[in-house]
């Protein structure tokens, strides 16, 4: 073998190599990927197959139910437009309350039902998770410069 093709031989199996890994790398981002959705995009999308995704929104006023054991919670999410009935086991974060923004993690069951495994409520008086804020102002539920909405009104200034 000449010098020539063993250079050529190094380099093909060099690029192939990295064709692998790279491959390898984007099938792992494609395993890791978590999409957002506000209640609207479920409703006319459909959910995302047997995938997880977060559902983001605003708890809806008097939807907050508690099992007899306290370990299993059932709220409904809403942008203004739609709503969504959320389950979740386990303990909620301090700051979470109707009427306040929230973002979930988890799956679509067959019945309609989401099912969070893990739950993120807005962490002080002002903050807005960009995906629940931006889900909000596209259905018109909320403007910039106004404090986040709470049961489809402006909620009032401090």
């Excluded at 192939?16 to 792992?28: D, F, I, P, R």
């Excluded at 995302?48 to 007899?68: H, K, T």
């Excluded at 099912?115 to 804020?133: C, F, G, I, N, S």
């Amino acid at each position: 073998m000449t010098r020539k093709r063993r250079r050529l031989l190094v380099l093909a199996v060099a690029l192939g190599l990295l064709g692998a890994s790279t491959a390898l790398v984007l099938s792992a981002f494609q395993d890791s990927l978590v999409f957002f959705y506000s209640p609207s995009d479920v409703v006319a999308k459909g959910p995302p197959g047997d995938r997880s995704f977060r559902l983001g929104g605003l708890v809806e006023p008097a939807s907050v139910a508690r099992s007899a054991d306290g370990r299993q919670v059932t709220f409904r999410v809403t942008d203004g437009a739609n709503a969504i009935a959320v389950a979740y086991r386990g303990i909620l974060p301090d700051l979470f309350r109707e009427g306040q923004g929230v973002v979930t993690e988890g799956r679509m069951l067959a019945d309609g039902r989401f099912e969070a495994r893990e739950v993120l409520a807005k962490h002080d008086e002002t903050y807005m998770p960009r995906e629940v804020a931006d889900a909000l102002k596209k259905s018109g539920h909320w403007k910039e410069g106004e404090p986040a909405p709470v049961g489809g009104r402006p909620a009032a200034r401090p």
